[in-house]
């Protein structure tokens, strides 16, 4: 790696390994991507790194865990987000000592809940939200009581505070759906822009399996501690799967994933679904499934597991939630369904017709490879991180993800740095009142 490329400080509070969550798999291919294009990455945890075997080579990471404990000082508005999302002394301080200049060239914070981090950061950040917080909330309110629906309401108005907030410290805010970057716009003011760059998939490992047997399944898989998991696996057994199994009484309906809930695991006594819960390697489940089913009604950014399927060539029936923020024609490469009699109809056409399976499966597949690409999800992140902090990563041309507005509204203004040469940049290992945790 060029000793001269880009210092990244990456900000995160879990490792992005092992790989069975969305935000460590967005963050491990955005790892990966800056690496290959020269950058110096530095990843800062809450803890030590056990994994770091598993990383891109050349990552150093480093903890806050042994920080002093401080106070700062913040107002009644910031005291009200630590009072809901936590405070993180440490890790304000350590940034506060170590996220300077004299170190870095730009910041990445990771995930919705590190936003408050940026206040203490000295060099251009990047917020990489992933999903936009009210549009969750809202969306959950839709299917909640009435008399629930206010105090929801008001956590959307406090996200709605935060969000606003940490855009005044943040040169760009990504999300990983449109639908999410264009919600997200009405509370971040002019501060900050607010950017999509959606996830991929590894089309090696999700790779068709031509040879599985398919079985008379219906299939969901994802988190099944997941409140939108767990609310469309329910939504799915209660409104669709009795007419469903009428038509087919051979059919099965498998819930694929970790860690269950009460609610999940008691589905397992309806006739004909079957609860997995945890495995080693979900892509047999796929590859083996005639239908996977997608029928999320809430939540927001982009789901992962119909990427996955589509990878698979498996042929996927989707809710329109589901789908929004994805370029996917709906009907040609993905089906979508809402109602229950629209879902037991799209599932039962599929399930009786293999040819319909084999073209929306191919079809599905050639969309996924075309638009999905984790490298080209992390050129636009690199090429976005060099817009903010005036650096280049292998000569690559400034601006091609955003505007020159960026470098106006950063907090490097004036700051037009190509990378500094190596006899003037610090040591990034000699960090104040920070571990090395492990580098390769």
Not at 174 to 183: G, I, L, N, Q, R
Not at 384 to 412: H, K, N, Q, W, Y
């Amino acid at each position: 790696m060029s000793e001269t490329g880009p210092r990244v400080l990456i900000v995160s509070h879990h490792e992005p390994w092992p790989l069975h969550h969305g935000g460590r798999l967005r963050l491990y291919h955005f790892m990966r991507e800056l690496t290959a294009r020269g950058a110096s990455v530095t990843l800062a945890l809450p803890a030590p790194a056990a994994h770091t075997d598993h990383y891109p080579p050349g990552v150093q990471c480093v903890t806050w865990a042994d920080v002093a404990c401080t106070t700062a000082d913040c107002d009644f508005l910031t005291r009200c987000f630590e009072r809901h999302f936590g405070a993180h002394r440490r890790r304000d301080h350590w940034l506060r000592m170590n996220a300077t200049r004299a170190r870095f060239d730009v910041a990445l914070l990771s995930g919705a809940t590190m936003g408050l981090a940026a206040r203490h950061v000295s060099v251009p950040v990047v917020w990489d939200v992933v999903d936009e917080l009210v549009l969750t909330t809202l969306r959950t309110a839709e299917v909640e009581p009435w008399h629930r629906r206010p105090s929801i309401w008001k956590r959307g108005a406090l996200y709605a505070a935060f969000e606003w907030r940490c855009a005044a410290h943040v040169a760009a805010a990504v999300f990983s759906a449109t639908t999410d970057a264009s919600y997200a716009r009405r509370w971040l003011g002019a501060g900050a822009q607010a950017v999509a760059i959606s996830n991929g998939v590894d089309f090696d490992y999700f790779a068709p399996q031509p040879d599985s047997a398919e079985s008379e399944t219906v299939l969901f898989f994802g988190a099944l501690d997941f409140l939108p998991n767990v609310d469309a696996v329910r939504f799915f057994t209660a409104e669709v799967w009795p007419q469903l199994k009428r038509a087919h009484p051979g059919l099965r309906f498998q819930i694929v994933g970790r860690d269950p809930v009460s609610a999940v695991k008691a589905l397992g006594r309806v006739a004909g679904v079957e609860v997995v819960g945890a495995v080693p390697d979900v892509r047999p489940y796929i590859a083996g499934s005639r239908v996977v089913v997608v029928p999320t009604r809430l939540g927001a950014g982009v789901k992962n597991k119909i990427l996955e399927a589509c990878a698979l060539e498996r042929p996927v029936v989707a809710s329109s939630r589901a789908l929004a923020g994805l370029t996917v024609r709906r009907g040609v490469d993905v089906w979508q369904a809402d109602t229950p009699a629209r879902w037991t109809a799209t599932v039962s056409a599929l399930v009786r017709d293999p040819n319909r399976r084999d073209l929306l499966g191919k079809a599905g597949r050639r969309w996924v490879r075309t638009a999905h690409a984790w490298a080209d999800a992390g050129r636009r992140m690199t090429d976005l991180l060099a817009e903010v902090s005036g650096t280049s990563f292998d000569a690559m041309p400034v601006g091609s993800v955003v505007g020159s507005r960026f470098r106006a509204s950063s907090p490097d203004a004036g700051h037009q740095a190509h990378v500094r040469p190596p006899a003037e940049r610090a040591d990034v290992g000699q960090f104040v009142e920070g571990e090395v945790t492990g580098c390769r």
